[in-house]
C-alpha cells in the first residue's frame, strides 16, 4: 500500500515573557514555508506553533506588573502586535496553535505525569542545586560554567526544595544509540554536542516538580507541586494532536512528528529529555529532531536584557513581509549562526529580489506588450541559444527538492537564484530589441525567446512560492500564468503555459530600496524602540544618609539673576553666567548645561544658587558657586532644567 501522505512539523512554543523579535521569526518562517511546500507536493500536513506560558519566571513578570499571570500571558499572546498578530504579519499559515494554559493541555499533561509515576518512572526525592530562572532549568554544580548557567551565562539561584525526579539516567542508553546509530539528531554536528557533554558525564535524574511557585501544571495527586516547565511544554507536540484529550483527535494520523524545528539551545531538551520521556510513556519517537543556528546581532546572541534586538513589525512594516521572509532563508545556512545586519536584508531586496527577480519579470512582460500587443503568437523558431536555459529551467525542481528534504533553505533558494541569473544572461544572449527590428523575418523567434523567458519565470515562480506566497500570486498574475502552472506538478513539466500566454505588465514586484535612507530611517526607528522601551521616567536614587540641621544652614542658597550669559570658548559644555547676587558686585558662576539651553535665552531670568562654595577654577575662569538645577532622565535620556524662580523675588533674597 502506497505510504499516506502526511506531514507533521512543529516549532518551539514560545514564551510569551518578552515581545518576540526577529530571532524567533526565523524558525517559524522557515517550518512555515517548508509546510506550504509539502502542502504543494500533496501533503496532508499539520503545522503546529505556540505559547509555553507557565513557569516561575511569567509568575515574577505578572506580580511585577501588578496582574494575574494570566492576565499577562493573555495580553502577550492575543494583545495588540502579541505573537498571534506577529504570525498574522509573517503570513504564517499554522494549521494549529497551542497555549500550554489551555484547559485540554493540562489536563493531558497531568495524566501523563501519572502515568510515568504509576510506571515507577517519575519518583519523590529531594531537589538540592541550582536554577537558573530566566532558562528555567536545573543544574547540578558541576554543570555550572564559572559558578553561572552553562545557557545563557546568568546567575543561579540555590534551589533546595522537595520534588519528584525523572529516571532519565534509565534512557542513557537507548538516547545515546538514538543519537549515534540514526538519523533522528540533524545537523549531525550537534550529536557530538549531545554525547560528549551530557550523556557521557553520567545522565542525572531529572527534577520535574516545583513547589516554590505555582503558576504551573498542578501534579494533581500531590498539591502544592507543579510540572516542571519543560515536562509542561514538550508534551505540547502531542496533546495537541489529542493525546490524553477529547479536543482533537489527529493523534493516530500524524504522530510521530516528521520534524521538530528547534534552536541550537534547546536540542538538549528535545533530542536527549524528550525521546526518554517518550520512551518511558512507551510512544513512537518523533522522526527528526532539527537544530538550527542563531540569527546574531554582531556576533552576540539577540537578547532584549542585552537590548540588541530586531523588531519584526518594523522590518515587515518597511520592506513588505515576503522579503523578510525571503531574506531569512536565503542569507543563512538553517544549521549555523548568521550575522543579521540591516545592509544584508537591503542588500538582498535590491540583489536578487529587485534586480534579478523583479527586473525578468518587468523587462520580459514589458517586451511582451511592446513587441506583441501582450499576447503570444503560437509560432515558434527554436535555436541553440535556448538549449542550456531550458535544461536548467526542466531539471531546477528536482535539486530543488533534494536540498528543500535536507531543510538546506539556503541551497534550495540558490538553485532557484542560479536559473534567474541565467535567464537574464538569456536576455543579452538573444537581445530581443535586435530582432524586433524586423519582426516579419524575426517574429517568430522573438515570440520563442519571451515564451522561454516567461516559461523559466514561472518555474521559478512555483518554486519561490512557500517563501513568498504572495508575491509569487502577483507574479503569477503577471506573467498570464493559470491555475494548474502554479502547482508542483507543473514545475517539472517544461512548456505547461500556454503557447499564447497574455502577460500583463503590473506593479513592481519588489521596488528597489534606497540604501542610505532605509538604513537611516531603520536606525531611527530602533532607537525609538529601544528608548520606547526603557523605563519613561527615572530619578536619581534618594540619600540615605541624614544630614544634621546645623550643617544644612552652612550652605548658603540665594536668588541670582542673570545679567549676561556667554559660551565658553573651547568647551561644548560650559556657559558662563554674570549674575546680579544683590550684593552690588557681579558674581560669576560656570555651569555645564550648554547642551540644554542657549545662553541669550537665560539672560533676565531669576535663579537660585549656592553661593558659599570655595571658587573653583574652570577652562582658566573662576566659578563662585553653583546654580541649581533639577535633572532625571527620560526614556534613558538625561534631561536637566535650571530651577526657575518668580521674577518679584529679589536679587539676594536668601532660600531656606
Ligand atoms: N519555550 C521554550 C521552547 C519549548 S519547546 C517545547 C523556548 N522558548 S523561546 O521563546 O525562548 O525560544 C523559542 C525558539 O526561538 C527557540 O528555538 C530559540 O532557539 C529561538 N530563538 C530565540 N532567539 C533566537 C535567535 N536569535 N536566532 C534564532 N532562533 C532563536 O525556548
Known amino acids: 500500500m502506497a ?8 516549532t518551539p512554543i514560545y514564551y510569551p515573557s518578552d515581545k518576540l523579535h526577529i530571532g524567533h521569526t526565523y524558525c517559524t518562517v522557515a517550518a512555515d514555508a517548508m509546510a506550504r511546500y509539502k502542502r504543494m507536493q500533496g501533503y496532508d500536513v499539520m503545522f503546529l506553533t505556540g505559547t509555553d506560558e507557565h513557569g516561575q519566571k511569567i509568575e515574577d513578570k505578572a506580580k511585577d506588573a501588578g496582574i494575574t499571570p494570566q492576565q499577562f500571558v493573555d495580553n502577550i499572546v492575543a494583545g495588540p502586535k502579541g505573537i498571534l498578530d506577529l504570525w498574522k504579519l509573517m503570513n504564517i499559515s499554522n494549521d494549529r496553535f497551542i497555549r500550554t494554559t489551555d484547559d485540554y493541555h493540562v489536563a493531558a499533561v497531568q495524566k501523563i505525569f501519572k502515568k510515568m509515576y504509576d510506571k515507577g518512572d517519575i519518583y519523590k526525592g529531594k531537589y538540592v542545586g541550582k536554577y537558573c530562572k530566566p532558562c528555567e532549568s536545573f543544574w547540578t554544580e558541576s554543570q555550572l560554567v564559572d559558578g553561572k548557567c552553562p545557557d545563557c551565562g546568568r546567575e543561579c539561584q540555590d534551589a533546595e526544595e522537595e520534588a519528584y525526579f525523572f529516571r532519565l539516567s534509565k534512557y542513557a542508553k537507548p538516547v545515546q544509540d538514538l ?13 557530538n554536542e549531545m554525547v560528549n557533554n551530557f550523556i557521557k558525564p553520567g545522565l542525572e535524574d531529572l527534577c520535574v516538580s516545583r513547589t516554590s511557585f505555582t503558576w504551573g501544571v498542578p501534579v494533581d495527586f500531590d498539591p502544592g507541586h507543579v510540572v516542571y516547565v519543560w515536562v509542561d511544554a514538550l508534551f505540547n507536540y502531542t496533546t495537541a494532536l489529542g493525546l490524553l484529550n477529547d479536543k482533537y483527535s489527529d493523534y493516530d494520523k500524524f504522530w510521530p512528528a516528521d520534524v521538530h524545528f528547534v534552536g541550537k539551545e534547546i536540542v538538549r531538551f528535545h533530542s536527549i529529555i524528550w525521546p526518554a520521556m517518550l520512551m518511558s510513556m512507551e510512544m513512537p519517537l518523533p522522526k527528526k529532531v532539527y537544530g538550527h543556528g542563531w540569527l546574531l546581532l554582531d556576533g552576540g546572541k539577540m537578547s532584549k536584557s542585552k537590548g540588541n534586538v530586531v523588531d519584526p513589525y518594523i522590518l515587515a512594516e518597511k520592506f513588505g513581509t515576503d522579503a523578510l521572509r525571503f531574506f531569512l532563508l536565503r542569507t543563512f545556512p538553517f544549521g549555523s549562526d548568521g550575522n543579521f545586519s540591516n545592509e544584508s536584508l537591503i542588500s538582498t531586496i535590491n540583489v536578487d529580489l ?11 512582460t514589458a517586451m511582451v506588450g511592446k513587441y506583441f500587443d501582450g499576447k503570444l503568437p503560437a509560432d515558434r ?8 536555459l531550458l535544461q536548467q529551467a526542466a531539471s531546477l525542481r528536482e535539486k530543488y527538492e533534494g536540498h528543500m528534504e535536507r531543510y538546506a533553505f539556503q541551497d534550495a533558494l540558490a538553485e532557484v537564484f542560479k536559473v534567474i541569473a541565467r535567464a537574464n544572461k538569456y536576455i543579452d544572449e538573444t537581445a530581443p530589441w535586435a530582432l524586433a527590428r524586423d519582426m516579419e523575418a524575426n517574429g517568430a523567434r522573438l515570440a520563442t525567446v519571451m515564451y522561454n523567458l516567461l516559461e523559466t519565470t514561472r518555474i521559478c515562480g512555483v ?25 508542483w506538478d507543473s514545475a517539472a513539466v517544461w512548456g505547461s503555459l500556454s503557447a499564447t500566454a497574455a502577460p500583463t505588465k503590473g506593479e513592481n514586484l519588489f521596488p528597489r530600496v534606497d540604501v542610505e535612507q532605509a538604513l537611516t530611517e531603520l536606525e531611527a526607528a530602533a532607537e525609538a524602540a529601544r528608548k520606547a522601551a526603557l523605563p519613561p521616567i527615572e530619578v536619581e536614587p534618594f540619600v540615605e544618609e541624614r544630614v544634621d540641621f546645623d550643617t544644612f544652614c552652612k550652605s548658603d542658597f540665594r536668588v541670582v539673576k542673570v545679567k549676561n550669559c556667554v559660551p565658553v570658548k573651547k568647551s561644548a559644555k560650559l556657559l558662563c553666567f554674570t549674575l546680579d547676587d544683590g550684593t552690588g558686585e557681579d558674581r560669576q558662576i560656570l555651569s555645564g548645561i550648554a547642551q540644554y539651553y542657549k545662553p541669550e535665552e537665560l539672560i533676565g531670568k531669576t535663579l537660585a544658587a549656592i553661593v558659599n562654595l570655595p571658587p573653583r577654577k574652570m577652562m582658566g575662569k573662576d566659578s563662585c558657586g553653583m546654580l541649581l538645577s533639577a535633572v532625571h532622565t527620560e526614556h534613558g535620556e538625561e534631561k536637566l532644567h535650571l530651577v526657575m524662580l518668580n521674577d518679584a523675588i529679589p536679587a539676594g533674597a536668601k532660600l531656606c
Not at 505510504?3 to 512543529?10: A, D, G, L
Not at 529587485?354 to 523587462?363: F, K
Not at 523558431?381 to 542550456?388: F, N, R, V
Not at 512560492?465 to 502547482?487: H, N, V, W, Y
Request: glycine content about 4%; some cysteine.
Open 381 to 388: 523558431q527554436s535555436d541553440a541559444l535556448d538549449t542550456e
Open 179 to 191: 543519537l549515534e546509530n540514526t538519523d533522528f539528531l540533524e545537523p549531525r554536528s550537534r550529536v
Open 354 to 364: 529587485a534586480n534579478d527577480l523583479g527586473n525578468l519579470v518587468s523587462r520580459t
Open 3 to 10: 505510504e499516506e501522505k502526511k506531514f507533521y512539523i512543529t
Open 463 to 487: 518554486l519561490l512560492t512557500p517563501f513568498m506566497p504572495e508575491s509569487m500570486d502577483k507574479l503569477f498574475d503577471q506573467i498570464g500564468a493559470c491555475a494548474a502552472c502554479r502547482t
